[in-house]
C-alpha cells in the first residue's frame, strides 16, 4: 500500500481556540510502533478540556483524540504480533515506563512518566497516527470501526469505574448521561443491577435515551433517587454532583468521579461522607481494563451509539459535545 508524505489533520495549537486544520508528515513508527491509518476516533470529554487549557502542562501543538479505531499499515522492527491490515484500537495510556514506584506497584495507569495518546502525543483526529503496539488493543470484531471507537475510552473509563464501585451493586446511579455512561448501564443492566440515571434538569431526550438503555428511573441531576444507590458515577465535570451523589448513596457507598476534570466542588456537610461513604477518582487506565472490557464483551448484546461527524467536522462535533446535543458518543470517520 501507498502511504502518502502527508496528511490532513486537526490539530490543538492554541488553549482556547478551535483546532486549526493542517498537512502535517505522516509519522514513522518506532521499533516498537505501528502506523495506523485512521478509520475512527472518538470524540472524548478530555478533549474538549484540552480545546479549553483546563488540562496542565499539554504540551502544544497536537493532534488530540484517544479512541482510534485504525488499520496497521507499517510494522516496526520489534513488533511481533501484528500484520499489516490487522485492525486495532489505540486508548488514552500511549506508553510507561515501567520503573517508577507506580509501575512496579502494578498502577502502570499512575505512571510518574505515562504518555498519553491525543495530549503528550499526537492521536487520532488524522489520517495517520503511531501508536505503541504494547498499549493497542484488537478489537471484537462484532464492532463496526464507527462503533468500537467509543469503547477506547467511554467503555475503558466506564469500565474501570464501575469496577471501582465494587461488587454487589444491585443499584447504580450514573450521574451525566453521555458516551461513557451508556455503555456502562448496559453492563451493569446485563450484571443484574438497577440503573438510575441522572441528566441535566429537563434534559428528556437523555432521560428517554437511558430507558431505552434498561435504566429502571432517569430524572434531573437535582432530584433524588426514589431509593438509596449502593454506589453512584459522576461522569459530567460539574463539582456540585459530588455533594448530590454522596446523598444518593446508602451508609457504605461509594462515589466515582470518571472524569479528567471538573469544576470545583462546593464545600458540604460532613454528614454527607459519614458512615463509611467512600468518594475516590478514576486516573487514565490500566491495559487490563481492556483486557477485560473486551473479553467481558463478548457475552454482552452491547451497542455503541454513534453520531458519525467527518475529520474536518472535529470542531462542530466537539461543539455539539459541549453542548450535550449528542445522543451517545461523536466519533470522527476519517477513512473508508
Ligand atoms: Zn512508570
Ligand atoms: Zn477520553
Known amino acids: 500500500m501507498a502511504i502518502p508524505d502527508e496528511m490532513d489533520a486537526m490539530v490543538v495549537a492554541a488553549p482556547g481556540r478551535p483546532l486549526e486544520r493542517r ?5 514513522r513508527p518506532g521499533p516498537d510502533e505501528v502506523l495506523l491509518e485512521v478509520a475512527a476516533c472518538g470524540v472524548c470529554r478530555t478533549d474538549l478540556h484540552l480545546v479549553d487549557g483546563e488540562l496542565p502542562a499539554a504540551p502544544l501543538p497536537v493532534i488530540p483524540g484517544h479512541e482510534i479505531v485504525g488499520r496497521v499499515v507499517v510494522v516496526g522492527n520489534h513488533v511481533a504480533d501484528l500484520t499489516v491490515g490487522d485492525r486495532v484500537g489505540v486508548p488514552w495510556l500511549a506508553w510507561t515506563c515501567g520503573e517508577c514506584r ?30 505503541d ?18 469503547l477506547l475510552c467511554a467503555g475503558l473509563i466506564g469500565y474501570r469505574s464501575l469496577r471501582m464501585c465494587g461488587d454487589g451493586v444491585e443499584r447504580l446511579g450514573l450521574y451525566g448521561f453521555g458516551a461513557a455512561a451508556h ?26 435515551f437511558a430507558r431505552s438503555l434498561g435504566a429502571v428511573w432517569a430524572g434531573d441531576s437535582t432530584t433524588p433517587p426514589p431509593l438509596p444507590l449502593d454506589a453512584a458515577i459522576i461522569f459530567a465535570p460539574v463539582g456540585a454532583l459530588v455533594p448530590a451523589a ?3 448513596v446508602r451508609k457504605g457507598g461509594v462515589v466515582v468521579c470518571g ?8 464545600s458540604f456537610p460532613y454528614s454527607f461522607l459519614w458512615e463509611e461513604r467512600s468518594l475516590l477518582s478514576v486516573a487514565n487506565l490500566e491495559r487490563r481494563d481492556g ?6 464483551l463478548a457475552g454482552v448484546p452491547l451497542r455503541t451509539a454513534v453520531e458519525p461527524f467527518a475529520l474536518a467536522e472535529a470542531n462542530h462535533a466537539l461543539e455539539r459535545l459541549r453542548e450535550g446535543r449528542l445522543t451517545g458518543a461523536a466519533v470522527l470517520a476519517i477513512a473508508r
Do not use: K
Not at 472524569?259 to 462546593?266: C, R, T
Open 23 to 27: 498537512r502535517l508528515p505522516v509519522p
Open 102 to 131: 507506580y509501575c512496579r506497584m502494578g498502577r502502570e495507569n499512575l505512571c510518574d512518566n505515562a504518555r498519553f495518546t491525543g495530549y503528550t502525543v499526537n492521536g487520532g483526529y488524522a489520517q495517520y497516527a503511531v501508536a
Open 133 to 150: 503496539r504494547r498499549y493497542c488493543f484488537r478489537l471484537p470484531a462484532s464492532f463496526g470501526d464507527l462503533e468500537a471507537a467509543p
Open 183 to 208: 455503555i456502562v448501564a448496559q453492563l451493569a443492566v446485563h450484571r443484574g443491577s438497577e440503573v438510575f440515571a441522572f441528566t441535566r434538569p429537563g434534559d428528556a431526550t437523555a432521560q428517554g
Open 246 to 248: 454522596l446523598r444518593a
Open 259 to 266: 472524569g479528567i476534570h471538573m469544576s470545583d466542588i462546593p
Open 291 to 296: 483486557d477485560e472490557l473486551f473479553a467481558a
